[in-house]
């Protein structure tokens, strides 16, 4: 059965300390990992999409890196506006499989 | 562009009444999801759609049922409302597994 699990559950950081978010998942075959952000009484907000083991994705402050079993979310230098729950979801192919399945998501609070 | 529309935005419900969750997407959109989103838990799906005509169970389809005459409109319907059932539900949908979901801004339901 397709899981997708996240860790941590929740990570508190100082302004500007880097730091990683994990994602595992299992999938028979992988049409894509997607990494999105939710903010606090809305719906997620896409960020990335990685296809194939060894690719890498940006934007500003994050960076996501995808291997066959897992993908990190690196954040550096983060910002009190980077504070969100980041979520991470696997579509697989074909069968019981071609769906958008999501973890449980990682809550970042960033101080000033 | 509207992106997913979903309607209600709040709806407070008494134990064993029925509503349907409106959402319907702009897009042209080849599958629809329906999720739900416990207070902070992820996204579990519950039903889903690969196309008009088309749909099939997620993690969490008990107590619910869809239906998807056109490419635009997916429906959830809640038959006999239970307290289990209050929570936020989001409608999301993509034009294939590869691409990236867009979502709605969600419905907070309450059983009482």
């Known amino acids: 059965e397709d899981q997708v699990t996240q860790s941590p559950e929740a990570l508190r950081l100082q302004e500007g300390e880097s730091s990683s978010l994990n994602c595992s998942y299992t999938?028979?075959?992988?049409?894509?990992l997607f990494w999105y952000r939710q903010d606090p009484g809305k719906g997620p907000e896409f960020l990335f999409t990685?296809?194939?083991a060894g690719e890498e994705k940006e934007k500003e402050r994050l960076k996501a890196t995808l291997t066959k079993k897992e993908s990190f979310l690196h954040i550096t230098a983060p910002k009190p506006e980077d504070s969100a729950t980041y979520l991470c979801a696997v579509h697989g192919y074909g069968g019981a499989t071609n769906k958008l399945i999501f973890g449980t998501g990682t809550l970042l609070a960033v101080q000033p | 562009n509207a992106g997913v529309t979903q309607t209600p935005k709040f709806r407070i419900l008494k134990i064993g009444q029925s509503m349907t969750l409106q959402c319907t997407q702009d897009?042209?959109?080849?599958?629809m999801y329906w999720y739900r989103q416990d207070p902070g838990m992820g996204l579990k799906l519950i039903y889903y759609s690969v196309g008009a005509g088309i749909t099939d169970k997620g993690e969490v389809p008990n107590g619910y049922n869809v239906s998807r005459s056109t490419t635009e409109d997916f429906p959830l319907r809640l038959e006999l409302a239970a307290p289990s059932q209050t929570s936020v539900y989001f409608c999301?949908?993509?034009?294939?597994?590869?691409?990236?979901?867009?979502f709605g801004q969600g419905t907070r339901l309450t059983v009482v």
């Open positions: 897009m042209n959109h080849n599958y």
């Open positions: 999938v028979s075959g992988l049409r894509g």
């Open positions: 990685l296809y194939s």
């Open positions: 999301a949908s993509s034009y294939e597994g590869e691409t990236e979901a867009f």
